[in-house]
């Protein structure tokens, strides 16, 4: 099998070390940003087994010699100015470090001050939110998801809307509250209807759900009022993360009519640390959803879209054992990225570097692979059963929710994985 962009070719090793089942090989050199006791300034890096790699080091030491990088632009506290500078830069520069860590190539490897320089266990290493995210935009683009809502709140004759089958449906969602990963989640207060026909009540959330999502992460767009075609759309995404858009189902019950959720969403997100890029998850493209009807032409597309990602969620009570509840795939998604994109910036809205996109909650097509708490327990009316005789209807305090995901190569021994994203529910206030 050929593999068009050579960093990805998996037969490639690297003369650092990589555990057997990890998540960052070679093959994948993600981007984030991280710091450590000695160096507390937030900056750039990559990735491999278990080592952190500092990109604004080796930009100083010459390794980048050739790209057109600006000279601070990983000395940066997110990456907002290297997605600026197009797909071309962020390939090169992947390719670079594809070919400096490569396992014949002695560069580096031969070189103990450098390498000391440059190099950090993850251990010693704090992970930081990777962008400055100036836009979010979360969509509904999960048809299981989607029908699996609608039958319980519509009934199965009215499950989707009937716009649901010729636009990706999304809404704008709140940036500031989007927190990387290991951050904890406060429970929301908020208005909630408590029976039909009633006054509401003010309170804590009784009804915290998490919803397993990816989003992807765009490079600067078009100026105003020019859109983004499918065609095109893979030139302005970056990458990928996972992302758990956390909900208070109660809240957002009573507060979506006429506008769509409010604070029952807006109180906290939680993403992984490291972006995957979209060159990266190129060997993982399968066919998507036929999508029936016939969508309109600037929706059409031809290729590959969808991401054979293997999706899992973990929840585990405070002192307790962490239990799967749920294991899912990005390829169940009916609306593709490039037709989010392309539907996003069809009124000529614009996309700046940063922008975050994300899929809404990923639901297969099995109970097991339902990917909110409001599906897995159907309302309640099925809880969850934990480790210790414990259950959930849905998320208690103390309670941890992580989600773990990643792509495997043909032959299996190879993983592209995004690590996790988890977050820890303290009571409210």
Not at 54 to 63: E, K, N, R, S, T
Not at 340 to 364: E, K, R, V
Request: with cysteine.
């Amino acid at each position: 099998m050929s593999y068009p962009i050579p960093a990805n070719n998996p037969s490639l090793l690297s003369w650092l070390p990589v555990p057997g089942g990890s998540h960052f090989p070679i093959q994948n050199l993600p981007f984030g940003v991280f710091s450590t006791h000695t160096n507390p300034k937030p900056r750039a890096a990559t990735i491999i087994g278990n080592t952190v790699i500092d990109l604004a080091q080796l930009l100083q030491l010459g390794y980048f010699t050739g790209i057109n990088l600006p000279p601070q632009v990983f000395e940066q506290p997110v990456l907002n100015g290297f997605l600026q500078l197009g797909k071309p830069v962020w390939r090169a520069v992947r390719q670079r470090l594809s070919n400096v860590f490569e396992a014949q190539n002695a560069q580096l490897r031969a070189n103990p001050q450098h390498r000391e320089k440059i190099l950090s266990p993850i251990e010693n290493c704090t992970l930081h939110l990777p962008v400055q995210i100036g836009d979010y935009t979360d969509f509904y683009s999960s048809r299981e998801h989607a029908t699996n809502v609608g039958i319980m709140f519509r009934g199965a004759d009215n499950a989707l809307m009937p716009n649901w089958l010729h636009l990706p449906v999304g809404y704008h969602g709140r940036s500031s509250s989007i927190v990387v990963s290991g951050t904890p989640i406060r429970r929301p207060n908020g208005q909630m209807q408590l029976q039909d026909n009633q006054p509401p009540v003010f309170g804590p959330s009784r009804l915290l759900d998490f919803e397993l999502e990816m989003a992807f992460i765009t490079g600067q767009g078009k100026p105003l009022g020019q859109p983004i075609s499918t065609e095109e759309a893979d030139d302005y995404i970056f990458g990928l993360v996972l992302f758990n858009d956390w909900s208070a189902r109660d809240i957002q019950k009573w507060e979506y009519q006429p506008l769509g959720p409010f604070l029952g969403k807006n109180f906290g997100s939680s993403v992984s640390p490291w972006i995957v890029t979209l060159d990266a998850l190129e060997p993982f493209r399968v066919t998507a959803p036929v999508q029936n009807p016939p969508v309109l032409p600037y929706l059409q597309y031809t290729g590959n879209k969808a991401l054979d990602i293997h999706l899992t969620a973990t929840l585990q009570p405070d002192g307790g054992e962490p239990a799967l509840i749920c294991t899912s795939n990005s390829k169940y998604l009916y609306w593709t990225m490039e037709q989010q994109l392309a539907h996003h910036t069809i009124n000529g809205c614009n996309i700046n570097a940063g922008d975050m996109l994300a899929s809404g909650t990923i639901s297969g097509p099995t109970p097991d692979s339902f990917g909110s708490m409001l599906e897995l327990t159907w309302r309640g009316a099925k809880p969850i059963k934990l480790p210790g005789g414990l259950e959930r209807k849905f998320i208690a305090d103390g309670d941890t929710l992580a989600i773990q995901g990643y792509a495997t190569y043909p032959d299996g021994s190879l993983r592209i994985g995004f690590g996790e994203v988890s977050g820890k529910v303290l009571p409210a206030y």
